[in-house]
């Protein structure tokens, strides 16, 4: 079965500091990756996605994310963090065993940006 | 350009009652997903479908929900007979197609049941 874990339930970073949300994944094949942030009462927004290519993924607001296949994992990384990065951060797999490619979501990592 | 909508954004319904929640898509967009969505979790997925086919409907957790695209652009999710477990966030998401496309989530609906 597909899956991703995302380690962390919370990490707290100083603003202007560089922050790292941490997602590892176990998939049958190539994966498809994403990043999605969730503001309180508001929807998912898509932030980057790794289908082919670059292990760098550059995305929204800064945010990029490395592939690394050795070690399964899709870190999101941003170099410099805004108190407005705060949010939850949820990383997710494509499902290609089922048919429209449902995504799977980690449990979120809630990041917390402090002044 | 819209996005995706969701009404209500809010419903509080009494145990035992059906709910209705409607997910408008974006304009064009061919796959409609649904997601539930615990407090403190990740969404998990309901339901998919293509167009007005629902091809994939393994994530409902039980014959009192159902499902229905009719037109292949709104799409409306309905719960029968609610249970407290039930409560929850309902996430629509849409996309252009499958493959690589990302998805494009609504604002969801949050249930509370009584």
């Known amino acids: 079965a597909q899956s991703v874990a995302q380690p962390e339930d919370q990490v707290n970073v100083a603003e202007g500091n560089p922050l790292t949300v941490k997602c590892t994944y176990s998939v049958s094949g190539n994966p498809y990756l994403f990043w999605y942030v969730q503001y309180p009462n508001r929807g998912l927004q898509f932030l980057l996605k790794y289908i082919t290519g670059d292990n760098l993924v550059k995305g929204s607001y800064g945010f990029e994310a490395e592939f690394n296949k050795s070690q399964t994992s899709f870190h999101l990384k941003k170099p410099s963090a805004l108190v407005s990065d705060s949010a939850l951060y949820f990383c997710?797999?494509?499902?290609?065993?089922?048919?429209?490619?449902?995504?799977?979501f980690g449990q979120g990592t809630e990041l917390s940006v402090k002044p | 350009g819209a996005g995706v909508s969701q009404s209500p954004r809010y419903k509080v319904a009494k145990r035992g009652q059906d709910v209705a929640l409607r997910c408008d898509p974006i304009s064009g967009h061919v796959s409609l997903f649904w997601y539930q969505q615990a407090l403190g979790q990740g969404p998990e997925f309901l339901t998919y479908f293509q167009n007005e086919a629902q091809l994939d409907k393994s994530g409902l957790p039980s014959d009192r929900f159902f499902a229905e695209r009719p037109e292949g652009s709104v799409s409306t999710l309905k719960i029968q007979r609610t249970q407290q477990e039930d409560s929850a966030v309902y996430l629509c998401a849409s996309s252009p197609s499958g493959g690589a496309a990302e998805q494009f989530f609504g604002p969801g609906t949050r249930l509370t049941v009584l």
């Open positions: 997710a797999v494509r499902d290609f065993y089922n048919q429209g490619g449902k995504l799977i």
